[in-house]
T-cell receptor
Framework: SQQGEEDPQALSIQEGENATMNCSYK?????LQWYRQNSGRGLVHLIL?????REKHSGRLRVTLDTSKKSSSLLITASRAADTASYFC???????????FGGGTRVLVKP | EPEVTQTPSHQVTQMGQEVILRCVPI?????FYWYRQILGQKVEFLVS????????KSEIFDDQFSVERPDGSNFTLKIRSTKLEDSAMYFC?????????????FGPGTRLTVL
């Protein structure tokens, strides 16, 4: 798989349920960031986790990072219809600034 | 809260024409970027810009592309002679601090359609 691959590709849940998506990457990273994109719109930054961090919370979001497995997960708790969007992980290397994005997970939260 | 802005939101052009996409990064930011997303595909890095010069560019960023910071606020991406395959959403991003990497904040994008 390429740097920054999410799974599943698509996820459909009922409002109130939790949504979990995973991201795997191949090379060393400095940070890993999660972004949300509503259909045809811009990228909204959700959370950044540094390579020396293992878990981070922001509101209903929980992100984990396991550098030994080169993977991260994003959990959205108590999902709402407004959480319907595509979610992308993006990694940046130890040297340099460019972000490498995964293909995204499309999340549909049904009311 | 400060945000990155981009104009226009949608640009339609004929193949072979030049286009300039404009961005106003967050005011105290130091690093500026362009990314693109072809419909249904991943977001791809094009170029990063710091201290008035390109710091990194991808293979996509060939001689048809150029970037400029013409004044203290704007950051532009020029495509000299557009091709059909340049049709995509183009995102500008910026981040700041003296640090190497930190959160990159993205603008809402410009949808470029090349006919």
């Amino acid at each position: 798989s390429q740097q920054g691959e999410e799974d599943p590709q698509a996820l459909s849940i009922q409002e109130g349920e939790n949504a979990t998506m995973n991201c795997s990457y191949k090379t060393s990273i400095n940070n890993l960031q999660w972004y949300r994109q509503n259909s045809g719109r811009g990228l909204v930054h959700l959370i950044l986790i540094r390579s020396n961090e293992r878990e981070k919370h922001s509101g209903r979001l929980r992100v984990t990072l396991d550098t030994s497995k080169k993977s991260s997960s994003l959990l959205i708790t108590a999902s709402r219809a407004a959480d319907t969007a595509s979610y992308f992980c993006a990694t940046d290397p130890p040297a340099g600034n460019k972000l490498t994005f995964g293909g995204g997970t499309r999340v549909l939260v049904k009311p | 809260e400060p945000e990155v802005t981009q104009t226009p939101s949608h640009q339609v052009t004929q193949m072979g024409q030049e286009v300039i996409l404009r961005c106003v990064p967050i005011s105290n930011h130091l690093y500026f970027y362009w990314y693109r997303q072809i419909l249904g595909q991943k977001v791809e890095f094009l170029v990063s810009f710091y201290n008035n010069e390109i710091s990194e560019k991808s293979e996509i960023f060939d001689d048809q592309f150029s970037v400029e910071r013409p004044d203290g606020s704007n950051f532009t991406l020029k495509i000299r002679s557009t091709k059909l395959e340049d049709s995509a959403m183009y995102f500008c991003a910026s981040n700041g601090l003296a640090g190497i990497t930190d959160t990159q904040y993205f603008g809402p994008g410009t949808r470029l359609t090349v006919l």
